[in-house]
Every structure is written in structure tokens, then in C-alpha cells.
């Protein structure tokens, strides 16, 4: 007896591009944690052109540019994180990198959520938890501008 589960075929030939995305999420996290130790070691914010910071940065622009029809809340975020990350922008180095990654991780799980059919999002086996991470990570990224005081 096999306790094979069946997974819709629409799911199934999108599991490369799913796949793609969770892994974008360990790239960040690496980047991030690169950055936080670098904070913690040397007391001090990171350089403007630290390699992680630019990853981050990269990687923000080049999943927004991914991004269609994106709900207001996102679209608002997404003018907020880019002024952030300007060169007129007086955001630490360090944060604008913790915004680029809450950033991409949010807009990763967005694109996701946007591949599965309406009628399997319903399921909350299928959809359940990444809507929670989703909403998890959009509330950490709206976080960044409402604790600062940052217009968006």
C-alpha cells in the first residue's frame, strides 16, 4: 500500500517555479544573516556596497519586475522599499537590507499564492500555511516603514 498523496496536476507542473521560489527565500536568508553578523561584530552599519546589501537590492528589483497586478497594500510597499533603497534615502545600509529581504520573501510567496487555481486556494490543506507565511511576511515588511514613521 503506498501513501502516495494525489497532487492536482495544475500543482504539479508548476512545482519547478514553486521549488525556484522557496530557494529564493534561503538565498535571503543567507544574505540577511551575513549582514547581521557583520552588525553585530562591528558595531556599526554595513557599507553601501557591501555584497549582500547588493544581492538584496538585486533581488527586490528583479522579483518586483516579476510582479503583475499587484494588490494596492503591495504597490505601496513596493514605492516605499524603492525610496528606501534610493540614493537620497537616509535608511540605515543594514535596514534597507532587513526591507529588500522581508520584501522578497513577501512578493516570492505572493507569486506563489497567484499560481495555484481559486478553487484549490479554497483548501486550506493545500493553501493554508503559505497564506499564513505570506501574511507573515507582508506584516513584517509593512513593520519596516510603520515603526519608522516612513510615509507609504
Given at each position: 500500500?503506498?501513501?502516495?498523496?494525489?497532487?492536482?496536476?495544475?500543482?504539479?507542473?508548476?512545482?519547478?517555479l514553486f521549488q525556484q521560489l522557496h530557494m529564493?527565500?534561503?538565498?535571503?536568508?543567507?544574505h540577511i544573516n551575513a549582514i547581521q553578523e557583520i552588525v553585530q561584530t562591528t558595531a556599526q552599519d554595513i557599507e553601501p556596497t557591501?555584497?549582500?546589501?547588493?544581492?538584496?537590492?538585486r533581488s527586490f528589483t528583479t522579483t518586483l519586475a516579476m510582479c503583475s497586478a499587484l494588490e494596492p497594500q503591495i504597490k505601496v510597499l513596493s514605492q516605499a522599499?524603492?525610496?528606501a533603497i534610493s540614493d537620497d534615502s537616509n535608511?540605515?545600509?543594514?535596514?534597507?537590507?532587513?526591507?529588500?529581504?522581508?520584501?522578497?520573501n513577501c512578493l516570492n510567496h505572493w507569486r506563489i499564492l497567484k499560481q495555484i487555481p481559486e478553487d484549490l486556494l479554497s483548501i486550506d490543506t493545500i493553501s493554508a500555511t503559505l497564506k499564513q507565511r505570506f501574511s507573515e511576511h507582508l506584516a513584517m515588511w509593512d513593520s519596516y516603514f510603520a515603526t519608522n514613521n516612513t510615509q507609504h
Open positions: 500500500m503506498h501513501n502516495d498523496k494525489f497532487v492536482d496536476p495544475r500543482l504539479q507542473q508548476k512545482e519547478a529564493a527565500s534561503f538565498d535571503v536568508i543567507m557591501n555584497e549582500h546589501l547588493l544581492e538584496l537590492i522599499t524603492e525610496q535608511v540605515p545600509f543594514a535596514t534597507q537590507a532587513q526591507i529588500c529581504a522581508a520584501a522578497v
